[in-house]
């Protein structure tokens, strides 16, 4: 089992980047890490997710070219990097861990180890 812990969040201005960290404990690298978003009122949704060791990821459709996933196994971490933010970016997000099995799941529901969140604001 691993514990996760988000970072990274902040208000920034819109065409603006901002990187999140998850810092995990536990057998890292046996997770595939994912992540999602939650806006005020709305279904936690789908962002980006990443294979244990690295080589494959997924991303949704709306962040696809301006957001990228990736995980340093020797720290424990996993990244979003985030350009270009809009204000449709706005939410808390959330890391998540899935013992990895070869599938990039993007439906939050198999995912049952979370963090805390971290709360990204683009005002419009």
């Known amino acids: 089992q691993v514990q996760l812990v988000e970072s990274g969040g902040d208000l920034v201005q819109a065409g603006g980047s901002l990187r999140l960290s998850c810092a995990a404990s536990?057998?890292?690298?046996?997770?595939?890490m994912a992540w999602f978003r939650q806006a005020s009122q709305k279904e936690r949704e789908f962002v980006a997710v990443v294979s244990g060791a690295g080589g494959a990821t997924r991303y949704a459709d709306s962040v696809k070219g301006r957001f990228t996933i990736s995980r340093d196994n020797a720290k424990n971490t996993v990244y979003l990097q985030m350009n270009t933010l809009k204000p449709e970016d706005t939410a808390v997000y959330y890391c998540a861990a899935l013992p990895w099995t070869g599938t990039l799941y993007t439906n939050y529901r198999y995912y049952r180890t979370w963090g805390q969140g971290t709360q990204v604001t683009v005002p419009s």
């Open positions: 536990g057998s890292f690298s046996a997770y595939a």
